[in-house]
T-cell receptor, first 114, second 114 residues
Framework: AQSVTQPDIHITVSEGASLELRCNYS??????LFWYVQSPGQGLQLLLK??????LVQGIKGFEAEFKRSQSSFNLRKPSVHWSDAAEYFC????????????FGSGTQLTVLP | DSGVTQTPKHLITATGQRVTLRCSPR?????VYWYQQSLDQGLQFLIQ???????AKGNILERFSAQQFPDLHSELNLSSLELGDSALYFC?????????????FGPGTRLTVL
């Protein structure tokens, strides 16, 4: 069965600092990987996704993520965090077939200090 | 705005009652997914429909059922409600439910069972 681990429940960074959110997955085949962001009272917004090809993927809002098969990781990065990035971030893995259910990690809450 | 709409936004009811949550997918999307987000279980996949047919089933309780109608909107029915059913219920939609299409999430329905 597929699973996702986000080891950091809560991360605090200062505005302008760099950010890395960790995600490790377990999946039998080549995974389809996603990062979503959830702001308070909002639904989930897709930041970026990886299906195949270049292992460094660019997303919206200046985020990027790198797929590392050898480490079963898909960490999310941003070089300079803005106060508006404060939110909860979810990593997810999904199959590529017709059953497209996503398995989500437990989320990482990001706090941005002024 | 993802283009996925969910009604109602909030729902407060009592134990033992039955409620119906409604979801309208993005224009052109044929596949609908339901997820439950609770404090203790996190984000969990419940069920997927594609063009009116059930395609995948996750951790959905027998007291819960769903369907997708010919106009592609979907309803999630929750019956014999328990306190533990209090959660945020998300609907997502995607173009065809296969390949590399992305799931777009609605804003959610917050269910409170008293």
């Amino acid at each position: 069965a597929q699973s996702v681990t986000q080891p950091d429940i809560h991360i605090t960074v200062s505005e302008g600092a760099s950010l890395e959110l960790r995600c490790n997955y377990s999946y039998g085949a080549t995974p389809y990987l996603f990062w979503y962001v959830q702001s308070p009272g909002q639904g989930l917004q897709l930041l970026l996704k990886y299906f195949s090809g270049d292992t460094l993927v660019q997303g919206i809002k200046g985020f990027e993520a790198e797929f590392k098969r050898s480490q079963s990781s898909f960490n999310l990065r941003k070089p300079s965090v803005h106060w508006s990035d404060a939110a909860e971030y979810f990593c997810a893995v999904g199959p590529g077939g017709s059953a497209r259910q996503l398995t989500f990690g437990s989320g990482t809450q990001l706090t941005v200090l002024p | 705005d993802s283009g996925v709409t969910q009604t109602p936004k909030h729902l407060i009811t009592a134990t033992g009652q039955r409620v119906t949550l409604r979801c309208s997918p993005r224009s052109g999307d044929l596949s609908v997914y339901w997820y439950q987000q609770s404090l203790d279980q996190g984000l969990q996949f419940l069920i997927q429909y594609y063009n009116g047919e059930e395609r995948a089933k996750g951790n959905i309780l027998e007291r819960f059922s769903a369907q997708q109608f010919p106009d592609l909107h979907s309803e999630l029915n929750l019956s014999s409600l328990e306190l533990g059913d209090s959660a945020l219920y998300f609907c997502a939609s995607s173009v065809d439910g296969v390949g590399t299409d992305t799931q777009y999430f609605g804003p959610g329905t917050r269910l409170t069972v008293l």
